[in-house]
């Protein structure tokens, strides 16, 4: 039977060698926390090789991303589909083991990881979720949602600022089963970290209310068993275990340097490390009895199977919440989703008063929450300017998370990055409210969703100059067109309460990516919608109205623009012009349709076009054509009451057609 030593340094030794046949890659963490990976596979993670995805497993995140030869080790060890050949095809292209650990690509990686910091916030998000489910549908003797979720970071991970947001969040709620492993090898890739580095990392876990286990031997199993257990008996508050490591341990020349954090060891160096290991095998090369005493397999499947007799135990005590359960596990909507939607699409639509979209926003969670109780909403401190809540929403506060509404504090980019987490988790649908201007701030996390294609909605209100008097630090400029640039993110601008609830339709029932609901601040005034314009509207972009004679141009508007578009295209009708008007809501969703669809709303012979919208111009350039123009805000905006920022820009009804008879010169 091998030692732990020996299972430990199968991860060494995989690592070193994928690293160094890639000639790419980072060797110390996989090399300095390999102990603590060993005694946690397999002696505590609770899950199934066999089925990745059964709900009830652990979690496990590698926050500190770089060591993702440590993961794709630990899965091709303990029995996942990750053959040995993916292992050798380390950050080549289409294989399996990305330099970065990718979910969706590799069975068993539970979030994409890399922009440090972000793989522990989101953890709080899995904990968070946890939590939530276990108090909504666990009962005495029946602990249907009761898991861990384990997190390895680093000393950047720690650094970057969304440690502190989200680990603030943790402490708050006492996520007690959130444990975290900081790597403190006390090197980052310029060196030695005391010199820009010297916070008291476990006063300030304690500070946010954390249990910390410090000063544990990362490389003597039974300190890291004691500190687990340590862990797992706290059961109101989240732990911090501060891990001493030496970081590329085994390596001779380059253990404890910033030389073993990210570039190959080269193989003279490999040769001398497994000399000092007692690791006798060649590249690649993993014993019979290694791979046994690592084999995750059939504790997994004894593991699933027994949570699965406690499923069929609750479903027959409780049926309709194991069907309620089943049914947020697979993220299908409930029963009543159609009708209700249908209701409050109806409703809006027959709206005849000017109202901020924000304030039609939450008309339609009014509406809508109460049949999705996977909602978990929240916002950033701006729950009363953003107008998240909802009617009957009950706010999660510490000693008390069998609410459905979460105040994040002034945290948009934990928030979002958290939240990331808890769609990742399962059995929620979570949406986050903060100003348009400070999505800059949580970018990254709005980035990592739609890299992982999860459902997670981002209501981004304040959308424009219109937000007025607080002036340019808070009006938006180029944070839509940034938005739209990033790949499988829908960004939507309703124009009105219809569209506004068009896009929440469109954002909740979307299963592949995230969605950005852009709200004003100031009032729009409601259009005339006709029945056709529910499933035209669904398709992004849409002809509002048309005018009595062919077009002979097109005004093309979103949000708080499109009435001004409308309101010109009148003005040009009594001069004799013929114009079009074009809703663009969502332009993702318009660009992904069949190409006749698109000619029909924007037909190429019809190149006098102008776009309006109050952000900067350049995204839209391509969509208006060489004979079209662009109308928006080139600069930082102005404080000043909004309809007087407005005019300052040109963006008046007098300036939209004076835009348009431009087009005619």
């Known amino acids: ?332 909507l409930p029963a009543e989703w159609a009708a209700t939607i249908a209701g409050a699409i109806g409703k809006a639509a027959a709206g005849d008063k000017p109202v901020a979209t924000r304030k039609s926003s939450e008309a339609v969670l009014n509406l809508i929450a109460p049949v999705v109780p996977e909602f978990v909403g929240g916002s950033a401190d701006l729950t009363e300017s953003n107008n998240t809540i909802w009617h009957g929403a009950k706010t999660i506060v510490p000693g008390d998370v069998s609410g459905n509404y979460l105040s994040w504090g002034v945290r948009e980019f934990g928030m979002c990055a958290a939240m990331n987490g808890m769609a990742l988790h399962g059995g929620v649908i979570p949406f986050g409210g903060t100003f348009l201007v400070f999505s800059d701030y949580a970018r990254n996390a709005v980035r990592m969703a739609a890299l992982m294609r999860q459902r997670v909605i981002f209501v981004f209100t304040h959308d424009s100059i219109g937000l007025g008097e607080d002036g340019p630090t808070h009006q938006p400029v180029e944070h839509l067109s940034s938005l739209r640039l990033i790949p499988h993110l829908h960004v939507w601008r309703p124009g009105d309460a219809f569209e506004t609830a068009i896009a929440w339709k469109a954002a909740v029932e979307r299963k592949d990516g995230p969605a950005v609901l852009a709200l004003s601040r100031q009032n729009l005034a409601p259009q005339k919608h006709e029945a056709a314009h529910t499933a035209l509207a669904a398709r992004g972009g849409y002809i509002l109205s048309e005018p009595a004679s062919p077009p002979e141009a097109v005004v093309i508007a979103t949000g708080s623009e499109l009435d001004l578009a409308v309101q010109a295209a009148q003005k040009l009708a009594g001069e004799g012009r013929a114009v079009r008007v074009v809703s663009m809501p969502c332009l993702e969703v318009f660009n992904a349709q069949d190409a006749s669809y698109r000619e029909q709303v924007l037909p190429a012979a019809l190149q006098r076009r102008l776009v309006v919208e109050a952000g900067v111009t350049a995204l839209w350039r391509g969509l208006a054509g060489p004979q079209g123009a662009v109308l928006g805000v080139d600069d930082f905006g102005a404080s000043a009451p909004a309809p007087k920022v407005f005019a300052e820009f040109g963006l008046t009804v007098d300036g939209v057609a004076q835009g348009l008879r431009g087009l005619f010169a």
């Not at 979910?103 to 916030?121: I, K, S």
């Not at 904990?127 to 005495?140: K, W």
């Not at 046994?292 to 504790?299: E, F, K, V």
């Open 1 to 332: 039977m091998p030692t732990r030593f020996e299972l430990a340094n199968a991860i060494r030794a995989l690592a070193m060698d994928a690293v160094q046949r890639a000639n790419s890659g980072h060797p110390g963490m996989p090399m300095g926390m390999a102990d603590i990976a060993e005694v946690l596979w397999n002696d505590y993670l609770s899950h199934n090789p066999a089925d990745p995805s059964w709900f009830n497993r652990d979690r496990f995140v590698v926050s500190n991303g770089h060591g993702s030869m440590l993961l794709y080790a630990a899965l091709h060890l303990s029995g996942y589909d990750l053959p040995m050949e993916e292992l050798k095809n380390f950050r080549q292209l289409h294989s399996k083991t990305a330099g970065h650990p990718e979910h969706g690509h590799t069975p068993g990686v539970e979030t994409t990881t890399g922009p440090l910091g972000q793989g522990l916030a989101n953890a709080v998000g899995m904990a968070l979720a946890e939590r939530l489910l276990a108090a909504s549908f666990n009962h005495d003797g029946l602990p249907l949602v009761d898991h861990y979720t384990y997190v390895f970071a680093g000393d950047g991970c720690l650094m970057e600022g969304v440690s502190h947001e989200a680990c603030s969040l943790a402490g708050t709620f006492g996520l007690g089963k959130l444990i975290v492993f900081y790597d403190d090898n006390n090197i980052s890739i310029d060196g030695e970290v005391r010199g820009w580095f010297r916070d008291d990392t476990p006063g300030r876990f304690e500070a946010y209310g954390w249990q910390v286990v410090r000063n544990v031997n990362g490389h003597d199993p039974s300190e890291v068993r004691i500190a687990i257990e340590t862990a797992r008996a706290q059961t109101t508050q989240p732990t911090l275990i501060c891990c001493k490591t030496v970081i590329g341990f085994g390596s001779p020349n380059r253990q404890g340097t910033a030389k073993a954090h990210g570039a190959a060891l080269g193989d003279a160096e490999i040769v001398l490390a497994r000399e000092k290991l007692g690791w006798t095998y060649a590249p690649f090369e993993i014993p019979q009895d290694i791979y046994a005493g690592w084999d995750g397999r059939a504790r997994g499947q004894q593991k699933q199977a027994a949570w699965n007799e406690l499923f069929d135990a609750y479903a027959r005590q409780h049926p309709q919440q194991a069907a309620e359960l089943r049914r947020r596990i697979a993220g299908e």
